[in-house]
């Protein structure tokens, strides 16, 4: 039996009696008919749960974050995030998934563990321990020294420091710590080995047989060692610009091994393999012959810094890549997602999707699913792209070093000759204009030449519009037009604000600005602000149909109606204050890049299929019948919503289900304002046959049949 608490909707004038009819009340006796609408309102009100019928955002990719150190703690993989992530990211489930726990507002720099406890070193916030696999962290001492390395045994805490401040030591697992007498170097790599204690310093690796009070200078001088490794009598060291050493007996001696070349920032041994992991984007080698021979594995372009493995799990850490994880010995290695990534712009090309990173540029043949990185990352040190223009068969990228290009899909880059910080790009039959932070610069020969546009000095340039012949540039100081190839220019918005965005519909032009979004009509002779002031930022516009979506520093709104309405379309992120900062209408999908939360993808029908109709405020709410109905393929449901005494807004949902009661689609899941709505299902997918729809906005539920006819 079900009882109110678990049903609610079977007592007094409850949406059942509605969707049954006035007279339900009245029957005594109820036809077959409405008993199988009784079982499927009940089905769908009490079995299904309402987050499952959700239209939102996907989170793609790509993965990445700066990763400085791995450790393994039970069955938890913690790794350390350099800036500009900060804390640990945990891992119960060998890298499928990761939660990010913040440690104070610091990078970590190093991670250590010793029984329950597990230590990590800061940048500028000292030491830190936490004695629940990294959820809860207790800063153990301050200090605004970088903390480069840490190593534990049992009570025993050492700490290799920066800036010349040598190793600390602690002897009641951190509770105190005191200087030892290795107190005048930088120490970077900290080891412990049976019972003595290595500490690789800036240009000689040191030892102590007595828990750090006394230390002496080893065989192994004028190198800076990074990292350490064991595996029977071989004792292995990475070192800086001169590869691996190997000594056989404790340390006395050592032997450069053949991978003699690199800077080795990591060492590991699993499975009788020796696992070197590199700087400078040589990635991953490995050696089954006690490093007398090495081979680069596939992963042959990352910066590694750390290492962890469990059981024939190794992972590898580095910067920009986040994690990558194998389990057959180095042959394949799979990234592990980690959504950090800075996602700053978005072009498109036939099947193929660009995003600009603050680690260079990648793209997509699957509408995001997966990313590739180009080679404009393996050629150049990492770069930040902040534009993207595609010239015919030319890829420019605007970079913090300049203008690029790729005359071959991006597999190689050359540098053009401007070489000025450039924020944005835009072409015009065969003019390109580049926006930099000093001017607009202009090339009639792609990008081989570039001379300097009379607009100078209007601060750093953010953003380019063309519409027809007329230039736009929005810059620090305002808005500004050129109708003659950017001789001349006209200020259209004041020097009062700042403009980071434009986008052009037609005779529509929209502004960002630093105090929210302008509208002219005609061609910028006149402006009218449309809304959204409360946003510290409008990131970014991009305007199509009769649909103008905007990305600000805190989330993603849509007007259908040039600003009269504004619609929050934020559902799905895991954050709700997402910066979104570039957008792109690519084949049935909008896709939002987000500030150190990678890309998302939205089925552009979810995002657009809602319009409001009216600016009235109706008196109550009312669902609609669907019109027209029978329908084929296509059919419109409208619906009006009241005001709220405590909240002008309403968690609205508009779900169709089919005849068994099973949610098919979501057409609305969102806070709306009051007014009439309208929203189109389009049934195209759908077989033949009876299915309802239900609204939920408040406590207003009511559900109606619709039937589609082909």
């Not at 987050?51 to 069955?75: F, H, K, R, V």
């Amino acid at each position: 039996m079900l009882s109110k608490a678990v049903c609610p909707y079977l007592s007094g004038k409850s949406s059942l009696s509605r969707f049954l009819g006035k007279n339900s009340g009245k029957c005594r006796f109820l036809s077959g008919k409405k008993i199988f609408l009784i079982l499927l309102f009940l089905i769908i009100h009490c079995t299904l749960k309402i987050e499952d019928c959700m239209c939102q955002w996907t989170q793609l990719g790509p993965y990445g974050t700066n990763i400085s150190s791995l450790a393994i703690i039970g069955n938890n993989i913690v790794a350390g995030a350099e800036q500009p992530f900060l804390g640990v990211y945990r891992s119960t489930d060998n890298g499928n998934s990761w939660v990010q726990n913040f440690i104070g507002n610091s990078s970590v720099r190093c991670l250590a563990v010793s029984g329950n406890y597990l230590y990590a070193g800061t940048s500028n916030d000292g030491i830190h321990r936490s004695t629940n696999n990294g959820v809860n962290w207790e800063r153990l001492v301050y200090t605004s020294v970088q903390v480069f390395s840490l190593t534990a045994k049992e009570n025993y805490i050492f700490a290799g420091m920066d800036r010349d401040s040598g190793v600390y030591r602690s002897t009641n697992y951190g509770s105190t710590w005191q200087r030892t007498s290795l107190n005048n170097e930088t120490i970077n790599s900290l080891y412990i080995k049976e019972n003595k204690i290595y500490a690789g310093a800036s240009y000689n690796l040191y030892v102590s047989t007595d828990n750090g009070d006394n230390w002496a200078l080893t065989s192994l001088t004028n190198k800076r060692v990074y990292s350490y490794a064991i595996s029977g009598n071989n004792f292995f060291v990475g070192t800086d610009n001169y590869g691996v050493y190997r000594s056989t007996d404790n340390g006395t001696t050592w032997i450069q091994t053949s991978l003699n070349n690199k800077s080795v920032n990591a060492l590991i041994i699993n499975s009788n393999i020796i696992y070197a992991g590199t700087s400078y984007g040589y990635g991953v080698y490995c050696s089954t012959d006690n490093g007398n021979n090495w081979t680069q594995t596939v992963l042959n372009n990352q910066w590694v810094n750390s290492f962890a493995s469990t059981g024939n799990n190794v992972f590898v850490g580095g910067y920009d890549f986040g994690i990558y994880r194998t389990t057959n010995n180095g042959n394949n290695w799979w990234q592990t997602p980690i959504y950090n990534q800075n996602i700053i712009c978005f072009a498109s090309n036939g099947n193929k999707i660009f995003a600009g990173l603050d680690n260079g540029l990648y793209y997509s043949t699957d509408n995001g699913s997966n990313w590739i990185r180009t080679n404009f990352y393996v050629i150049y040190s990492p770069q930040a792209v902040s534009s993207i223009l595609l010239y015919g068969s030319n890829i420019f990228i605007g970079t913090p070093y300049g203008v690029y290009r790729s005359t071959d899909d991006g597999n190689n880059w050359a540098q053009t000759a401007l070489h000025r910080h450039t924020s944005c790009l835009i072409s015009n039959g065969s003019n390109i204009f580049a926006g930099a932070y000093d001017s607009l610069y202009l090339s009639t020969n792609s990008g081989n030449n570039w001379i300097r546009t009379s607009l100078i000095n209007q601060g750093t340039i953010w953003c380019l519009a063309i519409n027809s012949n007329q230039i736009f540039v929005g810059a620090l100081n305002g808005l500004y037009r050129s109708s003659d190839n950017g001789n001349n220019w006209v200020q259209i918005i004041s020097s009062f604000y700042s403009v980071h965005s434009i986008a052009i519909n037609n005779n529509y032009i929209y502004a960002g600005t630093s105090s929210g979004v302008y509208l002219s009509t005609n061609n910028g002779n006149n402006w009218t602000y449309i809304g959204l002031t409360n946003q510290d930022h409008i990131c970014v516009l991009i305007s199509f149909d009769n649909n103008l979506l905007v990305g600000t520093d805190y989330t993603i709104y849509l007007t259908t109606n040039n600003g009269i309405n504004w619609i929050e379309k934020n559902q799905g992120f895991n954050n709700p204050y997402i910066g979104v900062q570039s957008l792109l209408n690519y084949n049935g999908y909008i896709f939002a890049g987000t500030y150190q939360n990678s890309s998302w993808r939205r089925s552009l029908s979810e995002i657009i299929g809602i319009n409001n109709i009216s600016s009235e405020i109706p008196s109550k709410y009312f669902l609609y019948q669907n019109y027209p109905n029978p329908f084929n393929p296509v059919t419109k449901i409208k619906f009006d919503l009241r005001a709220e005494f405590r909240s002008q807004e309403s968690e609205v949902k508009l779900v169709i289900y089919d005849i068994l009661g099973k949610e098919i689609q979501t057409l609305v899941n969102e806070k709306l304002n009051p007014g009439s709505y309208e929203v189109t299902f389009d049934g195209s997918n759908f077989a033949s046959g009876i299915y309802f729809y239900q609204l939920r906005a408040g406590e207003y539920i009511e559900m109606k049949k619709l039937v589609l006819l082909k």
